[in-house]
C-alpha cells in the first residue's frame, strides 16, 4: 500500500501495522494477516476477496478487478477491512508492553516498513541480454545432458515425468530405495536423485547416471526460473524488477521475497553466480 501511495505523491507518517504487532508479539504461532487474526482475535470471519470479485463483471476470473466491483459491495469490503484492522490494533498494541516486546517493534520490525517500501520501488536492475545469452548456454547443456542421460539409459524418457523416472530408476534400474504412492506408482520426491547419489552401494554405471540427472535438473530449473522467467517481470517503464518483500513471513525472522523470488538464486554453483552477477 505504501508503494502504491507514494507512486502518486502520498506520503505515510508514522504507522502502526497489525501484521508486524503479531508477528512481534507471537511470531512462529500461525499465520498474521488480516482474515487469521481475525479469526483468532475476533472471532470473527472476514468477506473472502474471491467473494467480492464474483460481483465484477467478466467470464473469467482473471479479467475481473477490484475497480469493477460495484461500489455497494466494494465499501462493504474496505469498511470491513478498516474496521478489523483497528480492532485487532486494539488488541495487539498494548500487549507490547504488557509483554515487553515494544523495543522489538518500535526498533526492529516497524522501521522496516518505509525501508522495505523504498527498496520495492527503487527495483533491482537486470540485464536482459546476459539472461538471453544464459539462456541459450544452458539449453545447449541441457540438450547435451539429455543425450547423454538417454545414452547411458540405453533408451529415451520423459526427464520430467515423475513417473517415467520412477519407473526407469526402480523398475528398469532396480535401485535400491524405491516406494510406492497409495495408487502404485513409485513416489519421486523432490531429494530422491540426491538421496540415490548419497548411497554407496550404487553400481558405478547407475551413480555415473543419477549425477548427471542431477546436473540436468540443475540446469533446467535455473533457466526455466530465473534465466527464462525474470525477463517476463521486468517493468516497461522502469527496466527494473519490482519484487515485494514481506516481513512477517518467516518463523526465523528472515525477509521473503515474491513476485517473482530474488533471494532463492544459488549461490553455491558457478552457473547461481553467473545469473546474480
Not at 150 to 155: E, I, S, T
Not at 219 to 238: F, R, V, W
Request: a neutral charge; charged letters at 25%.
Amino acid at each position: 500500500d505504501c508503494v502504491v501511495l507514494r507512486r502518486y505523491g502520498i506520503e505515510l507518517g508514522p504507522l502502526d501495522d497489525t501484521m508486524l504487532l503479531s508477528y512481534a508479539l507471537d511470531g512462529g504461532r500461525g499465520q498474521h494477516g488480516m482474515d487469521a487474526l481475525s479469526e483468532r482475535h475476533l472471532g470473527h470471519t472476514c468477506i473472502p476477496f474471491e467473494h467480492v470479485l464474483q460481483h465484477a463483471p467478466g467470464a473469467k476470473k482473471s479479467d475481473k478487478t477490484f475497480g469493477q466491483v460495484p461500489l455497494d459491495k466494494a465499501t462493504e469490503y474496505a469498511a470491513e477491512d478498516a474496521d478489523v484492522t483497528l480492532r485487532l490494533w486494539m488488541v495487539l498494541k498494548p500487549r507490547l508492553a504488557a509483554e515487553r516486546m515494544t523495543t522489538v517493534y518500535e526498533t526492529l520490525e516497524r522501521p522496516m516498513v518505509g525501508v522495505l517500501g523504498e527498496m520495492e520501488r527503487a527495483g533491482v536492475k537486470v540485464d536482459r541480454a546476459i539472461l538471453s545469452r544464459l539462456t541459450s548456454t544452458f539449453s545447449q547443456r541441457i540438450h547435451r545432458l539429455e543425450e547423454e542421460i538417454y545414452g547411458l539409459a540405453g533408451h529415451k524418457f520423459n526427464l520430467g515425468s515423475p513417473r517415467q523416472l520412477g519407473e526407469f530408476l526402480f523398475d528398469s534400474l532396480k535401485l535400491p530405495g524405491g516406494r510406492r504412492t497409495k495408487s502404485g506408482q513409485w513416489e519421486t520426491r523432490a531429494n530422491l536423485l540426491d538421496d540415490l547419489a548419497a548411497r554407496e552401494d550404487l553400481p558405478e554405471q547407475a551413480a555415473k547416471l543419477i549425477n548427471v540427472m542431477l546436473e540436468w535438473r540443475q540446469l533446467a530449473k535455473l533457466m526455466s526460473t530465473y534465466t527464462e522467467s525474470l525477463p517476463q517481470h521486468i517493468n516497461p517503464e522502469t527496466g527494473r524488477i519490482h519484487t515485494s518483500y514481506a516481513l512477517a513471513s518467516t518463523t526465523t525472522g528472515r525477509l521473503a521475497s515474491t513476485d517473482p523470488n530474488l533471494q532463492n538464486i544459488p549461490i553455491r554453483t558457478k552457473e547461481g553466480r553467473e545469473i546474480r552477477t
